[in-house]
């Protein structure tokens, strides 16, 4: 009997094929391997990778690897010859145990075929079928029938979301490439594509682009509602996309996730969505963000803001507040970012220009430094859906001065210093005594310590990953 091994480095996600001649079946029972037996044209496969096992039936002839449809995938290593290249294609997928007979009687009755001489068959013990229920169901696993939209990584807000939410899914595909359709009016168009294409169980996206009419469930994340709640944002095309696209997706979504509590009520309230279909996962704040580290020194003391540069941000304000502190003080105004024309004109009619320093585009690796150099970090947004920056700097031990906003309220509790979103007054004064006192908020800075470290990356990864297996299921 000839039988093809397959083996996969733990140490890489490199799959090595060796071809073996009467290899033992009973050493395949809980060995990471996934072996096949040609009969004729057709090849039985069987997994018993990670203890999960599962058959397939491949056609050699023709290159084409057969499954019967709503069949629900956990884990085991597909098997295909390619007639062009001459060469085994190997694709990891997934089959939980409990599927085994169920699915060869839907592969044999589907084909008309014999019933297929299976190479292992050996039963697991009930000890073994109940770890590897435990391990398919655990909260870390989830399992490669999820497509997810990783077009939205990236150096703001949901960027950061998805950028720490999606390597806590393992095993699920990332849609990578199409980064140029990302929200582009065929965009709903081009994920229906890739539903059709990869044919997931699942799709979930860390943002608000939905598809026109999934195939299968799906699950959006909608951060805020600040392209319709502000009217400097709002625009015609917006508009359009949030009632025409947006808010119908969302009565069709499985599941809506969201980062607070604010937001899901804002969600609620345009939506009209039932409550228990929107849940909030929050925000985390990374480990690089904490007291102890170098600090940027650029030779001056400065109020730190960090965020993009949108109306919702109110800039305006923040920016005439410190025109009118006291220049004697030597502190400046560092903001990441490069000025639009709007900012230009405002620090010209401020006469600041000597005073405002901007960064331009800042790695993330970078931010821990700036934060913990800061005399304090300013936000004066008017609207929020987070305010992931007010967590990171009570993370790294730096004063903050916010806006009071519902959502920086609920993040930040009492442990920042909070202003009117409107009272440039009250900012020229705050702004001034923070200048002239080096410990200024000193008295807040442990309670806003403590409270930051409830908020954790991996804490969002696990509720997310809830939300996606009760979808699952």
Partial sequence: MSLLVITRNKMSPIIKANRRLALPIQ????????????????????????????????????????????????????????????SWLV??????????SRLLCD??????????????????????ARASSRQATSSGSIVSDILCDGRWRGPHGIGRFATEVLPGLPGARILEHGRSLLLSPIDPFWI??????????????????PPVKSRCPFVLTVHDLIHIKIPEERGFLKQVYYSALLKPALKMAERVLTVSEFSRREILDWSGLEP?????????????????????NPGYPYFLYVGNHKPHKNLKLLLTAFSRTNPGSGIRLVLTGQPGPFLRKVISECRIEERIIFLGRVDERDLPALYRGARAVVFPSRYEGFGLPVLEAMACKVPVIAARIP????????????LPVDDTEAWTVTLDQAADDPDFGAARIQEAFCRSASFSWDVVRKRVGEVLRSVRS
């Fill in 107 to 128: 592969l044999e009755t589907a084909w008309k075929c014999q019933p297929a001489k299976v190479l292992f068959s050996c039963p697991m013990t009930d000890e073994d």
């Fill in 407 to 418: 959502a920086v309220e609920e993040v930040a509790g009492e442990g920042v210093h909070f």
């Fill in 91 to 100: 694709k990891e997928e997934n089959i939980p145990y409990a599927m085994h």
């Fill in 192 to 209: 229906e594509w890739q539903i059709a294409r990869y044919r997931p169980r699942l799709y979930f996206t860390p943002g608000f682009n």
């Fill in 27 to 86: 050493k395949l029972k809980r060995s990471n391997v996934a072996a096949f037996q040609k009969t004729g044209d057709r090849i039985v496969v069987l997994s018993a990778w990670q203890r999960l096992f599962a058959f397939c039936i491949v056609d050699s002839r023709q290159g084409k690897s057969f499954r019967a449809k709503g069949i629900s995938p956990e884990s085991f290593f597909m098997i295909s010859w390619n007639g062009f290249s001459k």
């Fill in 276 to 296: 228990e279909r929107v849940h909030v996962v929050g925000c985390g704040v990374g480990s690089a963000f904490v007291p102890e580290g170098p600090r940027w």
